[in-house]
């Protein structure tokens, strides 16, 4: 395997990642839960605990 394309994959999931975690403000706006939110994204329910926390006290 090609090293650069290796890190052209390990850098797209790595925004696709940081895609989902921002979203989450604007979900739990949106009246879902955290439960609800970990489950249509893909995530632990304390990724998205932690990623709400982190936002709240930015």
Request: glycine share 6%; charged share 20%.
């Amino acid at each position: 395997m090609d090293f650069s394309w290796c890190l052209s994959v390990l850098v797209v999931k790595k925004e696709w990642q940081e895609g989902k975690l921002e979203a989450i403000p604007r979900l739990l706006a949106l009246g879902l839960t955290v439960e609800q939110i970990a489950e249509a994204l893909g995530l632990e329910i304390e990724q998205v605990r932690q990623a709400a926390q982190n936002q709240s006290s930015n």
